[in-house]
């Protein structure tokens, strides 16, 4: 029943969200874009219980939305775009619904590789993370997509999986503090800049705009050190129903606010 009304909705709806979609464009193209954003992406397995499917396909529809919203980002000409897609907490979850994800990362990060989309705009993707965490076939797949655009810079698309922003900062400090160690760096070089560079993100712009989708408004650990002047914009719709009104208006969210950076 949920299903049905839930279809319904959507075909008497869908015309005038287009239609909105068009104004908003017209609207957000005059105005400054972000040239990074942060995608925290909530919600799969509660929309797939609110439409009485199971879990995994919540997953399933989660990955189709990303693949979705890529285009948007590429249409805005957006730069840079990284998204959360699995955290070192998630491990904890029941061994089958692990099981499943990394099943589906397979699958996507080989048809990123594929993606003709990917390398008409030369988008370099890059998986941030502690990839021991991650199987064989998976760690295949992330190095079979990697390799394929390791050359391109246009774009770049980071996702976060087996990631945890505590873990990146305390790695980036070991790293830092073995180089000031075997006299590589001068301790007295050691500014934001310098820490910076010993991060996932390191020679790219932080976050303008960091979007969470679900209604929890929280950052989860993710990015703590890029995201400290990043506009924040959080929405109340679970990731898989995410649609492009709800990607513009972020966008315009942003448009209207004076960033200070602390000034």
């Known amino acids: 029943m949920k299903r049905t009304a839930y279809r319904l909705y959507t075909f008497l709806t869908k015309p005038l969200y287009e239609i909105y979609e068009r104004k908003l464009e017209k609207q957000l193209r005059k105005g400054p874009i972000p040239q990074h954003i942060a995608i925290i992406m909530d919600g799969n397995r509660r929309y797939a219980r609110e439409l009485g499917v199971p879990d995994h396909e919540g997953h399933k529809r989660g990955g189709d939305k990303l693949e979705e ?7 805005l000409d957006i730069k840079v775009m990284t998204v959360y897609a699995m955290s070192t907490e998630n491990f904890k979850r029941s061994g089958e619904e692990v099981a ?6 397979e699958r996507n990060f080989m048809r990123l590789g594929d993606d003709a989309r990917i390398h008409k705009n030369k988008v370099r993707i890059k998986v941030m993370g502690q990839r021991e965490f991650l199987p064989p076939n998976v760690l295949k797949a992330v190095e079979y997509a990697e390799k394929r655009t390791e050359k391109y ?5 980071n996702l976060a999986v087996a990631y945890g ?5 305390l790695s980036g400090i070991r790293r ?30 932080d ?6 989708t679900s209604g929890e408004e929280r950052i989860s650990n993710f990015l703590l050190w890029q995201v400290a002047y990043s506009e924040l914009y959080f929405v109340d719709i679970y990731w898989p129903g995410f649609r492009r009104v709800d990607f ?12 200070r950076f602390g000034k």
């Open 153 to 157: 810079d246009r774009y770049q698309y």
């Open 100 to 105: 499943g994800l990394m099943k589906l990362f």
């Open 248 to 259: 513009y208006r972020a966008i315009r969210s942003y448009q209207q606010r004076k960033r």
């Open 165 to 169: 922003g505590r873990e990146e900062i």
């Open 176 to 205: 830092l503090a073995r180089d000031v160690k075997d006299g590589k760096l001068d301790e007295s070089a050691i500014d934001e800049e310098c820490f910076a560079s010993y991060l996932y993100t390191a020679d790219l712009p």
């Open 69 to 75: 919203v890529m285009g948007w980002v590429l249409d």
């Open 207 to 212: 976050p303008d705009l960091v979007l969470r």
